[in-house]
């Protein structure tokens, strides 16, 4: 049973990360459109 609960939980940890990167991508686009909109 444990065996088998690894892989489910390696991919889930692969799609929390790939998650917070698409958050911080999202993030750093909105700090360079809030920089362009101050200038």
Not at 13 to 29: Q, R, V
Request: hydrophobic share 50%; charged share 10%; glycine share 2%.
């Amino acid at each position: 049973m444990q065996i088998a609960l690894v892989p489910l939980s390696i991919s889930q940890c692969f799609g929390y990360f790939s998650y917070f990167a698409y958050y911080l991508d999202s993030l750093s686009a909105i700090s360079v459109i809030f920089t362009l909109v101050k200038r």
